[in-house]
């Protein structure tokens, strides 16, 4: 029996051509996942922050307990394979 899909988070900006394409890409997994605007969300920001040990760059996702930076597509893959498999 396959685990739920974990809790996703894309932490983004409104102009990062990478967190729109990684947003598309995951759209495309079928993969649900919340977008947070960390400009936007002062809280957001700083969770992303704690998540990165203080790196602000984006897109970072959160998969679960695990935090993926960049658009990494086989870290991304990986992760939710553990959490799902």
């Not at 992303?48 to 203080?54: D, I």
């Not at 970072?60 to 394979?81: H, M, N, Q, S």
Request: negative net charge; charged residues 25%.
């Amino acid at each position: 029996m396959d685990k739920k899909q974990p809790k996703v988070i894309v932490y983004s900006t409104s102009w990062c051509g990478f967190c729109h394409s990684l947003m598309h890409w995951l759209d495309k997994q079928g993969v649900a996942y919340e977008e947070v605007d960390v400009e936007a969300d002062p809280a957001a920001n700083e969770e992303m922050l704690r998540r990165t040990k203080g790196q602000f760059v984006v897109p970072v996702t959160a998969i679960g307990e695990d935090t993926v930076v960049g658009f990494d597509r086989p870290g991304i893959k990986a992760a939710l394979k553990k959490y799902t498999n």
